[in-house]
């Protein structure tokens, strides 16, 4: 209901469905219901599953660990890569010429 109101107020589809996370098709079927039948609307009781938040989170933090663990194959490789030539990371600095 709270997005209906939403849109109802002026908002964007895309800024509401980026606010609850909801699909943008999904937002205009609930205003299309709304509007058809303002009172009996959304009959349920409006509570949402405390699991599809948690599902949410860990999905977010296999993605994020999932990047880190990307990144962190890279460095290594870059690493393998300079010390394969000699047996130490070559030197950084160069000599000046005098």
Do not use: I
Not at 16 to 24: L, M
Not at 59 to 75: N, Y
Not at 78 to 96: I, M
Request: hydrophobic residues 35%; charged residues 30%; glycine residues 10%.
């Amino acid at each position: 209901m709270a997005a209906v109101r939403m849109l109802e107020s002026g908002h964007s589809v895309a800024s509401v469905a980026r606010a609850y996370e909801v699909d943008p098709g999904l937002l205009h079927r609930w205003r299309q219901e709304y509007r058809k039948n303002p009172v009996g609307a959304f009959p349920g009781m409006g509570r949402t599953l405390p699991m599809l938040g948690r599902e949410a989170d860990l999905e977010r933090m296999v993605g994020r660990l999932t990047m880190e663990v990307d990144f962190l194959k890279k460095l290594l490789q870059r690493f393998e890569s300079r010390v394969e030539g000699n047996g130490a990371p070559p030197c950084t600095r160069r000599s000046k010429k005098k």
